[in-house]
């Protein structure tokens, strides 16, 4: 499958998704490129996650409002509306970090969220950390099982849309490399 190379000249983008995993700093790095570029974030997990983490019935038109418009950046992600997002998308960026680091991340993530008690999306907090061992969609179980299905989710994208650039970054240091040769909208 064809990604662009980190040095090839990107096209400019005003609609952008970032894919990965859990864990793997998309929101984050959704929030730079949102600088960098100078169009809004819509963090998606947001717009998915109600109260007691029920999802929201609106998800769908919310996402669908946003994507409408000319400039964004979200993560991709969510089955239900991953193809309208790749649909308006001019850029998606790949997050494809080995799974030891993305491993990492979540569990501190997760471990931070948890003895802070940081509050997330609509009241929403991390469950208890034992969890991990009873909930097979457990954050962290997601992230590892999540890991290896972005391959085939990134060649259906690249099948369904060939004219969609993708760039495939494997590390933080190619990420801020990349960020930093993003074009201002």
Request: with cysteine.
């Amino acid at each position: 499958m064809p990604f662009l190379s980190l040095d090839a000249d990107l096209p400019p983008a005003r609609r952008v998704i970032i894919a990965g995993p859990s864990g793997s700093g998309k929101t984050t790095a959704c929030a730079l490129v949102s600088d960098r570029i100078g169009v809004p974030h819509h963090e998606i997990d947001a717009l998915f996650h109600g109260p007691g983490w029920q999802p929201r019935p609106q998800f769908h038109d919310d996402v669908a409002r946003f994507v409408a418009t000319e400039a964004w950046v979200t993560e991709w992600q969510y089955g239900e509306v991953r193809g309208l997002l790749a649909e308006r998308a001019e850029l998606l960026i790949w997050l494809d970090l080995p799974r030891g680091t993305v491993t990492r991340q979540v569990v501190s993530r997760t471990l931070r969220r948890r003895l802070l008690r940081q509050e997330l999306w609509n009241g929403n907090t991390e469950g208890p950390l034992r969890t991990f061992f009873t909930d097979p969609e457990h954050i962290v179980r997601w992230s590892w099982q999540g890991h290896a299905r972005y391959r085939g989710l990134i060649g259906d994208v690249a099948a369904r849309r060939p004219q969609l650039p993708i760039v495939r970054v494997c590390s933080r240091r190619e990420l801020t490399h990349l960020i930093e040769r993003l074009s201002r909208a």
